[in-house]
């Protein structure tokens, strides 16, 4: 018989106060981490950027072609879309459904479950710290494009704004459903297959292969009722784009949105699934 | 001629051991299955809004992506694990069990794995390149397919030269997980042919990385594109290549102390 040692019932607010500090520790833990691993990091961005480089010289090369733009969009544009692209990518990776695998394999969740709260809180705040020194590494990386491909962009002040929320939003929106889906790693081991498929939709219907206006209508349509492009066309046009106060602030809120869905859904999946595990090693 | 029986025995090794794993031929076929759609989408979508890329044609392009997918193959069924083992082998400092062995060290670094099942992808290179060669209405030659094999070959051993440039790079700079990462964004630039680049980017991934050489000079062998002297300049820069490496690898092993093995 197991003796249940008795807890002092923590009060609501020293909760939410020891919740902030674990987020802030862990945060500046990545940080620190991080910065230590520079050469590593810059190498990723750069084979990161070949991506957007890519594109944006094809459809600079098309837009040439065809007199200046394609469907009113100009190569001014294309490299501002595409630069901008590069932060916004950056700020989309996150503890992604893969790493579920290797968590569960490598028995570091049970370690993970021993702690008094969700492994999602330690995830959100590590990849955050670690986003603080993405921006600040991708700062010089930003300038450099811009020399080499001259994108049109004058935002104003609220668009700077709402870009600045609107990173963040992308960055939880794309946490929440990456975590969601690795909760299927607790039924096979073979998610990387669907993982692949999730990434490819996520590809065509988000804006990351092209600015959603390009794509046929009924793509555009399909795309609307999913959380792809609220992560990604969304969070590039606050800032490229025009559009007015209201449909930033209906942007952010669709972000807002997103977010309690995917995490309504993690919440869900996780309950099903920690009942599934059983521990391996550890 | 020893090199070559012990790598046909790590082959052969190392096939054995992939074919336990069956369900991996599926997931393989299924991923290549996610990338050629993927790949054919955007052909699609550019050609949707052009008639063609800096002249190349629909079907062209449909042979540029053969190849490129084709060459992909090559590369992760016997490039691509050898140089990310060799990566981990530095990090942990397990490089020690194939430096002690008599054989020559480059060599055996990299044949030393196989992942057979990315065959697949090879296949699926040749399927696309085949769909997109029908499509063209010039013919092909004996002698465009001859130049055509012998500019893949080429390519393949200029990506080796790379891939290994790369990895020995680890044993300055132990932290290398992303060399991987850092590969596929930029192989990913040889879905296009490199003539739609600017300058800079010409040269990049001509020299400083030999995508071009890999994929679009096959391409322009198909396409009648290809000139003699190009092809000469891609033998002479193999060569040279494959040489510089060669030293580099034997600098970098001059660096390696071990670890605790």
């Known amino acids: ?4 040692p008795e807890v002092a019932p923590v009060r609501e607010a020293g909760r939410f106060r020891s919740m902030v500090d674990l987020y802030v520790t862990t945060a500046r833990t990545a940080v620190s981490q991080q910065f230590q691993y520079r050469t590593a990091n810059y190498f990723y961005m750069f084979g990161m950027v070949a991506e957007p480089v890519i594109y944006l010289v094809v459809w600079t090369t098309i837009a040439d072609q065809q007199g200046g733009s394609v469907n009113g969009l100009t190569a001014g544009y294309f490299a501002a879309y595409y630069i901008v692209w590069t932060l916004v990518r950056n700020m989309n990776i996150v503890f992604g459904a893969p790493f579920w695998e290797h968590r569960i394999r490598e ?10 709260v969700l492994p999602l809180h330690y995830d959100i705040a590590y990849f955050a710290g670690w986003k603080v020194v993405v921006i600040v590494l991708w700062i010089p990386l930003a300038i450099a494009l811009s020399f080499l491909f001259d994108p049109a962009l004058s935002p104003n002040a609220q668009q700077v704004a709402a870009f600045a929320i609107a990173i963040w939003g992308a960055y939880l929106i794309r946490t929440m459903f990456q975590e969601a889906l690795g909760m299927l790693c607790f039924w096979t081991t073979r998610g990387a297959a669907i993982f692949d498929l999730w990434m490819t939709l996520e590809l065509l219907l988000s804006g990351r292969l092209v600015p959603l206006p390009l794509m046929p209508d009924w793509v555009q349509e399909i795309s609307r009722f999913l959380p792809f492009q609220w992560a990604f066309y969304f969070p590039i046009e606050t800032l490229v784009g025009d559009y007015s106060n209201a449909e930033l602030v209906r942007g952010l809120l669709a972000q807002l949105l997103w977010i309690l869905i995917g995490l309504a859904i993690f919440r869900v999946a996780w309950r099903f699934a920690i009942r599934k595990y059983s521990a391996v090693g550890g | 001629m020893n090199a070559l029986r012990v790598s046909w025995l790590f082959f052969k090794l190392g096939v054995l051991n992939e074919l336990q794993y069956r369900v991996n031929f599926f997931v393989s076929l299924f991923q290549a299955a996610i ?6 989408v955007v052909l699609a979508l550019v050609y949707s809004h052009t008639e063609e890329l800096n002249g190349w044609s629909q079907p ?10 084709l060459m992909g193959g090559i590369i992760r069924t016997s490039i691509q694990p050898n140089m990310t083992r060799l990566i981990e082998d530095v990090h942990d400092g397990k490089l020690d069990y194939a430096l002690t062995k008599p054989e020559d060290s480059q060599m055996l670094v990299s044949v030393r794995e196989v992942r057979i099942w990315q065959v697949v992808d090879v296949f699926s290179g040749l399927v696309v390149l085949g769909v997109g060669l029908s499509r063209i209405s010039t013919s092909v030659g004996p002698d465009d397919a001859a130049a055509f094999a012998v ?14 440039f790369i990895a020995t790079v680890a044993f300055w700079v132990v932290n290398m997980w ?7 964004g930029v192989f990913q630039t040889g879905r296009w042919p490199v003539g739609i680049y600017p300058p800079w980017l010409r040269v990049g991934v001509t020299f400083l990385v030999p995508i071009a050489f890999a994929v679009t000079v096959p391409a322009e062998a198909l396409t009648s594109r290809l000139d003699w002297e190009t092809l000469l300049f ?16 034997g600098f970098g092993l001059r660096r390696y102390s071990g670890a605790s093995a």
Not at chain 2, 60 to 69: A, N, Y
Not at chain 2, 237 to 247: K, Q
């Open chain 2, 151 to 164: 500019a893949l070959l080429l390519g393949a051993v200029l990506i080796y030269c790379f891939w290994l």
């Open chain 2, 35 to 40: 990338a050629l759609v993927t790949g054919l």
């Open chain 1, 1 to 4: 018989m197991s003796v249940v």
């Open chain 2, 178 to 184: 992303h060399a991987v990462e850092l590969f596929d």
């Open chain 1, 107 to 116: 028995g570091d969740l049970n370690r993970d479950l021993l702690r008094p």
């Open chain 2, 60 to 69: 062209e392009l449909l042979c540029v992506l053969g190849i490129q997918i």
């Open chain 2, 234 to 249: 891609a033998f002479v820069f193999a060569f040279a290549l494959f040489a510089a490496t060669r030293w580099f690898w």
